[in-house]
């Protein structure tokens, strides 16, 4: 698992609480395990974890990623309106 799997899954809740007509909340936990590894924890009526490598990339290597994610996202947005 990796840290732009754990941030689409975030991306994709908060799309499903964006349309829902009620309220709703997202909660994310992460926890620190042995062997340079992360656990994440979603809440958001059900859990979703994920363990990831903490030592996969840098900070900056996943900053970037996330900035790619963001331009995706964006230009599939634009497509749709």
Do not use: P, W
């Not at 990796?2 to 799309?15: F, M, P, T």
């Not at 909340?25 to 994440?40: A, D, P, W, Y």
């Amino acid at each position: 698992m990796v840290n732009l799997d754990v941030v689409a899954k975030v991306v994709e809740l908060y799309g499903d609480l964006f349309a829902h007509e009620g309220f709703g909340e997202i909660r994310i936990e992460v926890n620190i395990l042995r062997r340079g590894q992360k656990e994440v924890i979603i809440h958001c009526g059900k859990q979703y974890r994920y363990v990831v490598d903490a030592k996969e990339q840098g900070y900056q290597d996943f900053l970037n990623d996330l900035q790619g994610l963001r331009q995706s996202l964006l230009k599939r947005s634009s497509l749709t309106d």
